[in-house]
């Protein structure tokens, strides 16, 4: 499981990248904006059916479908019950996600995987005969630590002083691409292997599911185009943070962890083209 780097170095450098990618992001909403949402709440109703019950239904269902190893199964129904990538949202806008609705469903669907992951996993017990389970509290440091509170943040300096926020934030934007960069870089160097062992039946259904997570949300999140953008690239995006803090608090079998290291890499090419596509429209 531990490739050439060491895995603190790792989870270190995620952990920064993810601090500036949000605190970046939250210098660039503005709070006002956030209450298109009461004006339309259909779009958020449909765009969390989508994120936290369509995808893990549609992952059970094409897992079983193409009758893939237990663990295997294990650990993609397991990245599609642990929602809320905190790269999500940066992708989301690049790709033209509308600017009010894409943080709110980021934040709705942060919130919500504090009670979302328990009851998943409490089910999923059911169908696998398991004994996994992970208490909200846990859920809810990872989730603050890693998307909330940088996006608190930025949101409470961009309200507080607007020109500062305005001034820092291209260079904090670009510090925090430099840093993606240099992250999917050293992703690939220490999971290659892992990916390619996953083999060709695992990779198969890890495309399929995240398609049909983009397929289900850009569904789900019309009829305005921005929203669609949205909900499809917010329900795609797993998050592993959550993934593997469930199969590490439960000391899951290493190919259970595996599979959530393949499934992070083959849907983040996965995703490329449709953000591709709907960058290409809004342009």
């Keep these: 499981m531990s490739g050439p780097i060491p895995e603190w170095v790792v989870t270190a450098f995620a952990?920064?990248?993810?601090?500036?990618?949000?605190?970046g992001l939250g210098l660039g909403i503005v709070v006002g904006e956030l209450r298109w949402i009461w004006r339309q709440p259909g779009p958020m109703a449909r765009g969390l059916f989508?994120?936290?019950?369509?995808?893990?239904?549609?992952?059970?269902?094409?897992?079983?479908?193409?009758?893939?190893?237990?663990?295997?199964?294990?650990?993609?129904?397991?990245?599609?019950?642990?929602p809320g990538a905190p790269v999500a949202l940066r992708r989301s806008l690049d790709a033209g996600g509308h600017r009010a609705f894409a943080p709110s469903l980021q934040i709705g669907v942060a919130i919500l995987a504090v009670v979302s992951m328990p009851l998943s996993i409490a089910a999923l017990n059911h169908v696998y005969a398991g004994h996994a389970s992970i208490a909200p509290w846990h859920v809810a440091r990872q989730v603050f630590v890693a998307q909330l509170l940088?996006?608190?943040?930025?949101m409470?300096?961009?309200?507080a002083?607007?020109?500062?926020?305005?001034?820092?934030e291209p260079g904090?934007?670009?510090?925090?691409?430099?840093?993606l960069v240099a992250l999917v870089v050293i992703a690939l160097i220490d999971v290659w292997e892992v990916t390619l062992n996953a083999g060709l039946r695992v990779a198969t259904a890890i495309v399929l599911t995240t398609?049909?997570?983009?397929?289900?949300?850009?569904?789900?999140?019309?009829?305005?185009?921005?929203?669609?953008?949205?909900?499809?690239?917010?329900?795609?995006?797993?998050?592993?943070?959550?993934?593997?803090?469930?199969?590490?608090?439960?000391?899951?079998p290493g190919g259970i962890k595996a599979t959530v290291l393949a499934y992070l890499v083959v849907s983040v090419f996965t995703i490329v083209p449709y953000v591709a596509w709907r960058r290409r429209i809004t342009s």
Excluded: D, W, Y
């Design 15 to 23: 952990a920064v990248t993810v601090f500036t990618v949000m605190f």
């Design 50 to 82: 989508s994120v936290l019950v369509a995808v893990p239904a549609l992952a059970l269902v094409i897992t079983r479908a193409l009758e893939l190893p237990r663990l295997v199964a294990i650990g993609i129904v397991l990245m599609s019950i642990s």
């Design 150 to 154: 940088p996006l608190g943040l930025g």
């Design 156 to 159: 409470a300096l961009r309200h």
């Design 161 to 168: 002083r607007a020109p500062l926020a305005a001034r820092i």
């Design 172 to 179: 904090i934007n670009r510090l925090g691409t430099i840093l």
């Design 211 to 252: 398609v049909a997570a983009l397929a289900v949300g850009h569904l789900m999140g019309g009829p305005e185009p921005a929203t669609r953008t949205a909900v499809a690239i917010t329900s795609a995006a797993r998050n592993p943070g959550l993934a593997l803090l469930v199969a590490t608090l439960n000391a899951a």
